[in-house]
């Protein structure tokens, strides 16, 4: 059965540094676009990064724009979110998830791990 695990989410000072993972099963990571998604308390669920399954094909949303890499090993079916410089306003669940092969939607959603950032 197809399923998406986050890791690597905890408590950090401004300026620190997470890096997240996806862990898949149940598909081949590289036949599959993926995404990270971001969602804080009282606020819509937002993009962050997402990679095509042409991997030249990238997204990064404006607000981390030179501070977060997105990037995927498919021998290991994992994709990760290397996260640098963050902000207290990066604090949220994150969240990963996969697109199937000729969709534009996201089908398949882990359960989200949990980033702080401290003032």
């Known amino acids: 059965q197809v399923q998406l695990v986050e890791s690597g989410g905890g408590l950090v000072q401004p300026g620190g540094s997470l890096r997240l993972s996806c862990a898949v099963s149940?598909?081949?990571?590289?036949?599959?676009?993926m995404g990270w998604f971001r969602q804080a308390p009282g606020k819509q669920r937002e993009a962050v990064s997402c990679?095509?399954?042409?991997?030249?094909?990238?997204y990064y949303a404006t607000f981390v724009k030179g501070r977060f890499t997105i990037s995927r090993d498919g021998a290991k079916n994992t994709m990760y979110l290397q996260m640098n410089s963050l902000k207290p306003e990066d604090t949220a669940v994150y969240y990963c998830?996969?697109?199937?092969?000729?969709?534009?939607?996201?089908?398949?959603w882990g359960q989200g791990t949990q980033v702080t950032v401290s003032s």
């Open positions: 998830a996969a697109s199937k092969p000729g969709t534009i939607t996201y089908d398949y």
């Open positions: 149940g598909f081949t990571l590289a036949d599959y676009a």
């Open positions: 990679i095509g399954s042409n991997e030249r094909s990238t």
